[in-house]
């Protein structure tokens, strides 16, 4: 017996601009497909956690009233883009601390339709300069003080990493895109399936330099979920529930320290760097040893930058890595064979659960035309700007 | 900080920038404890957990550390943008523009020092001005002392 926890089931959604679905239809098809993959009902769950970046109040017990209303705690959880992934953790601790043996996490999101509420509010026509906030600002600061739009933020991390390593520029960014969009051809639940041409995304509109329209994750809607178990639990479980079942070798959290350009410009590196680290450690397993990595490349800048903090590369390595297709899927560790977030999709709340459920289900050997063949270990990753940072290394079962 | 409409009819787009005091500067809160500086008001420091703070003037020149252009979904009255994290010659790191450069990534050097300039950034119905700051290239500029 161990303190390990167990993946038994898990479902994702199609990621698509679902019209005519609504929240709680995406939510209760991961959910409920979670919980039949596993073999288990709402009734074996002890504890329930939903994220959802935009959802309002106690959106999880609305879920709970389409799958089953059977009384367990219940967290609703909002932490940026490591939403699902902390989602995930709630249900985790749950059981590592015996409150549970048994439970259902899911990240949700719905982000197209009418009046999305993650629409930041217009500036007020006609006034006069009154201070406002700790900064004291009169005006909007969005374009005079620089930028604090995630596809500028995430761009300069880029050009950061380019300044202080040789060998990074406009065509090392563009080449993750064209992997990932090359990768996703093979996923039927990507929202996007067609390669772009490197020419393609480097002539495409530019959002923020470097980081061009394909570069960047699109808008769309879906959800995941998984069914944790503890080791004591899973030992009662049918042996086919066992054969499937996958480990969750590391799971942690990270939030970014102190730095001091971190009020200026928020600093993704450092957090990613410690999660990383954090897990190999504690999974006894090093970057060498895996077969495979989601990342969170909400844009193309973002994924350079972090085949480096999470040592997938040499130190500075990162533009030689990529030029010498080392994170492509028949390289030497395929990095977002789901076209990640640039290109399968990046519903807010479902993406730390999603990157779970492809690594999941490559383990597992289910992946399809998209298979890695013969994968045993994989990473997951998810940052929150803000910040927060998830780093998750799954294990095939033994047997 | 207090922010005061100067006599002129301008006022500082934040209220760290200062320009009614000799050149136009900017002031950080420095850590009593620990002399990390913040830009905006702090209850506590996140470095150190220090409670009070001190004004201190900030240098005029640095370096860039990282830049982006910002195309989509910049403001309408301004277009394209160049956004600049710049290192002061003190250590301290603050957000603004480049400007008097083409926004065009050929046109951008990381070697180039950086100094501080101000400008008009917008008018409200009282005919008050925003005074905002933003870097140019100071290829003239030798080194400063912090």
Redesign the interface.
């Known amino acids: 017996m161990s303190d390990d926890i167990w993946i038994i089931g898990t479902e994702m959604t199609p990621i698509r601009r679902h019209l005519d679905r609504d929240v709680l239809d995406l939510a209760t098809e991961a959910s409920l497909g979670a919980l039949d993959d596993a073999g288990v009902t709402m009734r074996d769950m002890q504890v329930m956690a939903v994220g959802s970046q935009f959802e309002p109040f106690t959106f999880g017990q609305d879920v709970q009233k389409q799958i089953g209303q059977t009384g367990i705690p219940l967290y609703n959880v909002h932490n940026a883009c490591a939403t699902g992934a902390t989602a995930v953790r709630s249900v985790l601790m749950e059981i590592k601390a015996g409150e549970a043996d048994m439970g259902l996490a899911l990240g949700v999101e719905k982000m197209t339709g009418s009046s999305p509420p993650y629409r930041m509010t217009a500036p007020k026509a006609?006034?006069?300069?009154e201070?406002e906030?700790?900064?004291?600002?009169?005006?909007?600061?969005?374009?005079?003080?620089?930028?604090?739009?995630m596809?500028?933020v995430f761009?300069?991390?880029g050009?950061?990493y380019a300044?202080r390593h040789g060998g990074v520029g406009?065509e090392q960014f563009a080449k993750v895109a064209e992997k990932n969009h090359a990768h996703s051809t093979l996923n039927p639940l990507a929202q996007y399936q067609r390669p772009y041409s490197l020419d393609e995304i480097m002539n495409a509109?530019?959002?923020?330099?470097?980081n061009t329209?394909p570069m960047s994750c699109p808008t769309g809607d879906g959800a995941a979920a998984v069914v944790l178990v503890s080791d004591a639990k899973l030992r009662t479980l049918d042996p086919d529930v066992r054969r499937r079942a996958v480990k969750l070798s590391a799971a942690v959290m990270t939030t970014d320290p102190?730095d001091?350009?971190?009020?200026?410009?928020p600093d993704v590196n450092t957090l990613t760097r410690n999660a990383a680290d954090q897990a190999y450690e504690r999974a006894g397993i090093g970057p060498e040893d895996l077969d495979l990595v989601e990342l969170h490349d909400c844009f193309a800048t973002a994924e350079l930058v972090h085949y480096d903090n999470l040592r997938l590369c040499a130190p500075g390595g990162a533009g030689e890595w990529i030029d010498r297709r080392a994170p492509w899927r028949d390289g030497e560790l395929p990095v977002n064979v789901s076209g990640g977030l640039i290109s399968k999709g990046h519903p807010i709340g479902a993406t730390g659960v999603a990157n779970l459920y492809e690594v999941a289900t490559h383990l597992r050997g289910e992946a399809g035309d998209r298979q890695i063949e013969g994968a045993r270990v994989g990473l997951t990753h998810v940052i929150g700007l803000g910040s927060v940072c998830v780093v998750h290394i799954l294990e095939r079962a033994a047997t | 900080m207090t922010h005061t409409p100067t006599l002129t009819g301008q006022v500082p787009v934040v209220d760290y920038l200062v320009i009614d005091d000799g050149p136009p500067h900017l002031v950080g809160n420095r850590c009593d404890g620990c002399g990390a500086v913040y830009l905006e008001r702090r209850n506590a420091c996140a470095a150190c957990g220090a409670r009070t703070f001190s004004p201190a003037r900030l240098p005029a020149t640095g370096r860039i550390e990282s830049f982006t252009i910002v195309h989509r979904g910049a403001p309408k009255h301004i277009g394209p943008f160049v956004s600049v994290l710049v290192q002061l010659d003190d250590g301290t790191f603050v957000k603004a523009n480049l400007v008097g450069v083409p926004p065009e990534a050929d046109a951008l050097d990381f070697a180039v020092p950086v100094r501080l300039v101000t400008y008009t950034a917008g008018t409200d119905d009282g005919g008050m001005e925003a005074i905002a700051f933003g870097f140019v290239y100071d290829e003239t500029t030798a080194p400063t002392q912090g």
């Open positions: 006609g006034r006069v300069f201070p906030g700790r900064d004291g600002h009169v005006l909007a600061t969005e374009g005079v003080l620089g930028t604090g739009q596809f500028g761009a300069q991390t050009t950061d300044r406009f509109e530019m959002l923020a330099y470097p329209l102190y001091p350009s971190g009020f200026a410009h």
